[in-house]
């Protein structure tokens, strides 16, 4: 049985969001989304990083 990786993301600018998009379209699930930008504290990080509710 192979296990999903599931991972937290810290940091949601601009290499956040390749890494994240790379890492879903790989399989893997996104737990958690760290950023000290006060604009997108609160948000759905799937918006965030432009690929739709998460």
Same mark, same amino acid.
């Given at each position: 049985?192979?296990?999903?990786?599931?991972?937290?993301?810290? +940091?949601? *600018?601009?290499?956040?969001?390749?890494?994240?998009?790379?890492?879903?379209?790989? +399989?893997?699930?996104?737990?958690?989304?760290?950023?000290?930008?006060?604009?997108?504290?609160?948000?759905?990080? +799937?918006?965030?990083? *432009?690929?739709?509710?998460?």
């Amino acid at each position: 049985m192979k296990e999903q990786i599931r991972f937290a993301q810290y +940091g949601c *600018g601009r290499m956040g969001t390749h890494t994240t998009k790379y890492a879903i379209e790989s +399989g893997a699930e996104l737990v958690a989304a760290f950023d000290m930008n006060p604009a997108i504290i609160g948000k759905d990080a +799937g918006e965030c990083f *432009g690929i739709g509710k998460l």
